[in-house]
């Protein structure tokens, strides 16, 4: 896809161009928020050395957790580095913060892949102390940017992308 070079001032038909990219690529594999930004999807780039990459970008990784459901008899501190266990994905990792018996805050420092919002994430009682470790709730997703250098099969004989796709502009 190649767009015209931005102007100083502003151009209706630069604009329109773009329109008309946004509008193809949503209709493919592109998704866009309201503000024409990717949501998901993944667009394939070619470099200044004629290497072909595919960005791609997608939800599932945890981005902040809701609702927090203590064990008991927690031991007051901060742990870092704590897997999360459960829900639909793998990978999770959270600072946990107790004060006396309640885990007061979990915070993503690592988001994992594959998750969906209200997966249930428990923290291991042996991390935390006590005899039932807490659980606490998956609120929002981040995105996961992937770039993968294409090489082999994914380069047709042109030397473009072969990747499999719906989409005629990737």
């Not at 767009?3 to 329109?19: I, R, W």
């Not at 107790?98 to 249930?120: A, E, F, K, L, R």
């Amino acid at each position: 896809m190649i767009l015209p070079p931005v102007t100083q001032k502003y151009d209706a038909s630069v604009q329109a161009v773009f329109n008309e990219v946004v509008e193809k690529s949503d209709q493919q594999n592109l998704k866009l928020d309201q503000d024409n930004f990717l949501t998901t999807g993944s667009i394939c780039l070619q470099n200044g050395d004629g290497d072909w990459f595919k960005l791609g970008i997608g939800l599932g990784a945890v981005g902040t957790v809701g609702t927090i459901v203590d064990g008991s008899d927690t031991g007051p501190g901060v742990y870092t580095n704590v897997s999360l266990t459960g829900g639909s994905g793998s990978g999770a990792k959270a600072t946990v913060t107790c004060v006396t018996d309640d885990v007061q805050s979990v915070t993503i420092t690592t988001g994992g892949n594959d998750y969906t919002i209200s997966d249930v994430l428990s923290i291991s009682a042996s991390i935390i102390g006590g005899s039932v470790g807490a659980t606490c709730v998956v609120a929002t997703l981040a995105p996961i940017l992937t770039i993968t250098k294409l090489t082999g099969t994914q380069i047709d004989a042109d030397g473009r992308p072969s990747i499999a796709s719906t989409n005629p502009y990737v």
